[in-house]
């Protein structure tokens, strides 16, 4: 612990230097009173070799290209995923519209008429253009909200928990094998 200034590379150290204490005991004198200065000079290389391959691990590590940062893309998806839902909620509102709304809101918004020329495209009164397109944003925007507050089950898929019930002779019997 005194050497490496870390508990996990001390143990790592220790454990290795058993195992090399282990592996090399054979060479071991019998002769010798004590074995305390083999097991500490194993230690010693041990500890240096791991010192050399850390040296090692960081050079090459600093020869590599330094990477640039990976933005964080989260909140773009979330965005993305509450746009989607929304516009899924609109395009069920705008389905939900009258036809005749409907159309006065394809030509006025979408294809961006003005009110006179989507009159004369449907064949009605400037004022009936004017008052249709004004209904058919205020139910839209009351529809839409319908379809927002509606539980979260029917814009995603509800995690499936429970087992697949037959045996394994039913799992591993291909279509054919079943329809006969």
């Known amino acids: ?46 500890l240096r070799n791991r010192g050399r391959a850390m040296r090692r691990h960081k050079n090459a590590m600093d020869r590599l290209p330094v990477l640039d940062d990976i933005p964080d893309f989260s909140d773009e998806v ?22 005749s709304e409907r159309d006065v809101f394809a ?38 909200e319908e379809e927002l507050k509606k539980p979260r089950e029917k814009w995603e898929p509800l995690p499936v928990s429970e087992q697949i019930r037959g045996g394994r002779g039913t799992a591993v019997r291909s279509i054919q094998e079943k329809a006969q």
């Open 78 to 99: 979330a965005e993305r995923l509450d746009d989607g839902r929304r516009l899924s909620a609109a395009k069920t509102a705008v389905a939900k519209l009258r036809q």
């Open 1 to 46: 612990m005194r050497a490496t200034d870390d508990w996990s590379v001390a143990e790592e150290i220790v454990s290795l230097t058993f195992l090399e204490v282990w592996r090399l005991r054979e060479k071991l004198e019998s002769t010798d009173d004590s074995v305390r200065p083999w097991v500490y000079g194993i230690a010693t290389n041990v």
């Open 107 to 144: 030509l006025c918004v979408w294809a961006d008429l003005s009110y006179a020329a989507a009159a004369e495209a449907l064949g009605i009164p400037i004022g009936t253009v004017r008052s249709r397109l004004a209904r058919a944003r205020a139910r839209l925007q009351k529809l839409t």
